[in-house]
């Protein structure tokens, strides 16, 4: 889904989480790099350089010793490219992806069990993974930017996770 702001997507996730009476939400920041990297810790799950045959961004720039590819100027399907070990498509690149995080311009002062910083610039919220205008630098998995929560665009998109309950 694209051309939805974060405040969209936190809607959705209500609506959802009331239609299926299962909890859903946006992925913390720390949870997001998380399933990006999928036991890695090179810039992509993949390794240290990129091409477009691996994700959506534009091919016109280059990161980490890889060659010029293609610009597609667009969105593409969700499984055009190879799932990560973790059976995720689409981290690297395709869309942003918001994130349940308020802006912070460091890791420093982090919460250390991987939920979200939910005080702070909060008019702001982060955005991860890249898109299909993005240059390869801003796809790698430590990437983080942020955007206005109420923008939209045809490069932002949400991943959700949902929360899981243990039977006792």
């Given at each position: ?28 920041e720390?949870?997001w ?5 999928a ?7 993949w ?56 802006h912070?311009?460091s ?16 008019s702001?919220?982060?955005?991860r ?40």
């Amino acid at each position: 889904m694209i051309n939805v702001s974060r405040n969209n997507a936190k809607e959705y996730v209500r609506w959802l989480s009331g239609e299926t009476g299962k909890t859903y939400r946006l992925l913390s920041e720390a949870e997001w790099e998380y399933a990006a990297r999928a036991g890695t810790t090179t810039p992509f799950w993949w390794g240290r350089s990129i091409s477009t045959e691996q994700a959506n961004y534009d091919g016109n720039d280059t990161y980490g010793g890889g060659s010029n590819g293609t610009y597609r100027k667009k969105t593409v399907a969700v499984d055009s490219f190879e799932a990560n070990p973790f059976g995720l498509y689409n981290v690297h690149g395709n869309v942003r992806e918001w994130v349940e995080d308020c802006h912070h311009s460091s890791y420093e002062g982090a919460p250390d069990d991987g939920t979200a910083r939910t005080a702070g610039d909060c008019s702001r919220r982060i955005v991860r993974g890249g898109s299909w205008l993005s240059d390869p630098r801003t796809v790698r998995s430590a990437y983080r930017g942020s955007r206005a929560a109420d923008i939209r665009g045809d490069n932002i998109g949400f991943r959700l996770a949902r929360t899981l309950t243990l039977a006792p």
